[in-house]
């Protein structure tokens, strides 16, 4: 049984609509993270939670939102999806760079 | 800018063959990590290094990383098929306060190992 599920994992979306991926815990962890992972740029940060409602951007958060209402729940959201934003995006929970990842959501904006 | 450089990005040995990959930096880390992923899932941990000259063993895969805490290498021995993934290396530095974080990966070396 996976610790850490995300939603949906593949998505086919066109450029100016919403998207909201979905992350899911079952380990109590404090701290969660979005990645993005693209050819030649590897994984980078989005944005990342240390507990519900505090969040904080990363190095790659131009044009994505998050919340967390809930420990167990962390929502990436894109406002207006661009092409520049097709990728595959991880979730992640841990601490000191030893973190758990899901199984990733395929984005592809048209 | 590219803190953790891996090296080299691509890797076709044979079965059997022993082969090590390279993580490098400028920078100094507090603690390093060493993921594997394997296509269409998420990156593993496999280990976590700490202090400076320390080496890991893991079956048949052996971490050391180096004694300034500024690079790091993984080396297989007898590489099998079921090495066959895309290696990243993750450097940690020391945080300050609730809120801040750094973890930077580096760009990962695809390893295929040929039956």
């Known amino acids: 049984d996976a610790g850490i599920t995300q939603s949906p994992r593949h998505k086919v979306t066109e450029t100016g609509t919403p998207v909201t991926l979905r992350c899911h815990q079952t380990?109590?962890?404090?701290?969660m993270y979005w990645y993005r992972q693209d050819p030649g740029h590897g994984l980078r940060l989005i944005h990342y939670?240390?507990?519900?409602?505090?969040?904080d951007k990363g190095e790659v958060s131009d044009g994505y939102s998050v919340s967390r209402s809930k420990t167990e729940d962390f929502l990436l959201t894109l406002e207006s999806a661009t092409s520049s934003q097709t990728s595959v995006y991880f979730c992640?929970?841990?601490?000191?760079?030893?973190?758990?990842f899901g199984e990733g959501s395929r984005l592809t904006v048209l | 800018t590219q803190l953790l450089e891996q090296s080299p990005q691509f890797l076709s040995i044979q079965e059997g063959e022993n082969l090590t990959v390279y993580c490098n930096s400028s920078?100094?880390?507090?603690?390093l990590q060493w993921y594997r992923q394997e296509p269409g899932e998420g990156p593993v941990l496999l280990v976590t290094v700490v202090t400076g000259g320390e080496v890991k063993k893991l079956k048949r895969l052996t971490f050391q990383f180096g004694d300034a805490r500024k690079d790091s290498s993984l080396h297989i021995t007898a590489a099998q098929p079921g090495d066959t993934g895309l290696y990243l290396c993750a450097g940690s530095r020391t945080y300050s306060g609730a809120g801040s974080y750094q973890l930077t990966f580096g760009k990962g070396t695809k390893l295929s190992v040929i039956p």
């Open positions: 380990e109590n962890h404090r701290y």
């Open positions: 920078s100094v880390f507090s603690s």
């Open positions: 939670s240390y507990g519900v409602k505090d969040t």
């Open positions: 992640a929970m841990g601490r000191t760079g030893e973190l758990f």
